[in-house]
């Protein structure tokens, strides 16, 4: 009796992690059908364990109305900020181990998003092109670092930016922007810290789906702008519908949104908030699929400006 026990406990055992295996498969080969940033979810949060982080955020605030539309100074190449990046790559299985060459495809989509160099950059429709920026800060690979795992998410509080949780620490967060391909998790495409967060946890996760170009199996997210979107964030970026029903990004030249949009909107949309401006769904900070994003704004340019100027915070990249 006791045998036909143990063997019916090992059958319903191995039942279980047969479906354990299954579902983890299942929630790997689901793909985002609208694009989900945690970053705002995770500054609350960082804003909850340290208050000291409020008041950083706001003297960064303050120093960017002083600042912005300052130009870069320091260490320029080709007259251009040029920012390494260090790529961290957190597998479990062959396909979150993405290549070499699809990491420099991400490096090549920042670097013609942020210089205006984009192929549907003169999609930008009349009423916005006076007013759509080329950003002018190129990208380099500086290293890649691979680290295989048996975690089957990561989630989003910075575990895998953390040794001690399996993950990788950065390397030089100060002068490196750091991102972390892995598996997020939840419908995550993405997070960024913003200026003024800890160097521990700094730089950007994406998840290994929608890194560089990661094939049409990912669409609509397939074209490398989850990166661009979250790199904007990490510049001192907010979404443009400011994270509240006709809130503010601090960005003069965008239009107030009501809210997020999604897919690929027709043009023009109307908001509804004061005024019933036309929305600038196309800008990278919305949530519009890949192929519906195309342009940073002048006043973007100018807020970016100011973290990287003498006594900004990120004024190392430029030094």
Known sequence: MKKVIITTFAALMLFACQNEQSDSANADATVASRRGCATQEVLEAQLKADPSLAIRMNEIETFTTQHAGSNFTGRLVNGKIEIPVVVNVLYRTAAQNISDAQIQSQIDVLNKDFNALNSDYNNVPALFAG???????????????????????????????????????????????????????????????????????????????????????????????????????????????????????????????????????????????????????????DYVDDAAMYMFSAGQKSRISAIFTTGGARAAFAQ
């Open 131 to 285: 007013v759509k920026a080329n950003i002018g800060i190129t990208f380099v690979l500086d290293q890649v670092i691979r680290k295989s795992t048996t975690k089957t998410s990561w989630g989003t509080n910075d575990a895998m930016k953390k040794t001690a949780q399996g993950g990788i620490a950065p390397t030089s967060p100060t002068t490196k922007l750091n991102m972390w391909s892995c598996n997020i998790g939840g419908g995550i495409l993405g997070y960024a810290q913003f200026p003024g967060g800890a160097s521990s946890t700094d730089g950007v996760v994406i998840d290994s789906r929608y890194f560089g170009l990661s094939g049409a199996a990912n669409a609509p997210f397939n074209l490398g702008r989850t990166a661009t979107h979250e790199v904007g964030h990490w510049m001192n970026l907010r979404h443009i519908w400011g994270d509240a029903t006709c809130g503010s990004d601090l960005v003069a030249d965008t239009p107030t949104h009501n809210d997020a949009n999604y897919g690929v909107p027709a043009y023009p949309h109307y908001s509804t908030c004061s005024g019933t401006p036309v929305e600038m769904t196309m800008n990278y900070m």
